[in-house]
């Protein structure tokens, strides 16, 4: 019976065994390349993802930045710039991302594309280091708030107290050179003070030096003013030459404030900077995230082609 029955031969198996390995080997090859374009795709995405989110806070940190330089209290701009501070770390903490990716594609025009971003972020944050610290001081600010305050009341005191001096009803009233005296120590306290805006908004020290010439001027005449006041007037004026005195020493003091203060200038620093050097540089940054994007998503319409 084993003789009617006829034996396998090798022959008839080998053509079904070595088709079976091919198509193995066929479907083997067609998984890995299935599953490196996937692993492909997977990384553009993610690539994509994270220069969007470098765009994104890059712009954050100069609006932010921006912000805090026009911000009218020390309590915006201090929160401005906290804010500005972080959309920036976001960008690096994005760009530490983004870099063992790029090193994953092995992809020449990528490198090349994150070493120029790279150069000019560095621009970037050098400017980064100064405007944020230059935006909070607000010494512009502070000075004009002197001025409004301060300096006005002041001019105020020292006007109504010098009336009080050569009021109607007084001797030094009806003392024509006392009245000009009086008047002419008013003129130069309200000339002080209307200095002090162009010397706040001033850019360069030159344009603050011919200010100062004139407070300065106007200060003497003030002084002079009041010294012959006092040593025209019998009995030393009582109390209303006094107050008119102090007025004048407060006035002077406050000068001295608010000429040290627009001397630092950080407020027009800071606007300079932000909308001068920054801005540009911002855009340049902003550009090569823009075309490095452009570059990310033609590779992942190929891998999907």
């Not at 107290?161 to 005296?181: F, H, W, Y």
Request: aromatic fraction near 4%; include cysteine.
């Amino acid at each position: 019976m084993s003789n009617d029955r006829e034996s396998i031969k090798p022959s008839t198996v080998l053509p079904w065994f070595i088709s079976l390995i091919l198509v193995f080997a066929l479907i083997l090859v067609v998984v890995k390349r299935r599953g490196g374009q996937v692993g492909v795709f997977e990384t553009i995405v993610r690539e994509n993802e994270i220069v969007s989110t470098m765009r994104i806070n890059l712009l954050r940190a100069a609006e932010a930045e921006k912000s805090a330089v026009m911000a009218v209290t020390d309590e915006q701009s201090q929160r401005f710039a906290d804010q500005a501070r972080l959309a920036t770390a976001n960008v690096d903490k994005a760009r530490k991302q983004l870099a063992p990716l790029i090193e994953q594609d092995d992809s020449a025009r990528e490198t090349a594309l994150i070493e120029e971003f790279d150069r000019c972020w560095a621009k970037f944050q050098t400017l980064d280091q100064l405007l944020p610290g230059l935006a909070v001081q607000n010494t512009n600010l502070h000075a004009t708030n002197l001025a409004l305050t301060k300096g006005a009341r002041a001019v105020r005191d020292l006007e109504r107290n010098l009336t009080r001096l050569i009021g109607p009803g007084t001797a030094q009233g009806r003392d024509v050179r006392m009245v000009r005296l009086a008047y002419q120590a008013v003129v130069a306290g309200l000339k002080i003070h209307d200095l002090y805006a162009p010397h706040i908004d001033a850019e360069t020290d030159e344009q603050m030096d011919i200010i100062e010439t004139e407070i300065e001027a106007n200060e003497k005449i003030l002084s002079d003013s009041m010294n012959e006041l006092a040593g025209s007037i019998k009995g030393g004026g009582g109390d209303a030459l006094q107050d008119a005195t102090a007025d004048c020493a407060e006035l002077e003091e406050v000068t001295r404030e608010i000429i040290d203060l627009s001397r630092e200038n950080t407020s027009i620093k800071s606007l300079k900077l932000s909308l001068g050097k920054k801005r540009p540089i911002t855009a340049q940054c902003d550009e090569i995230l823009r075309v490095f994007q452009e570059f990310i998503r033609s590779r992942g319409t190929k891998a999907t082609g």
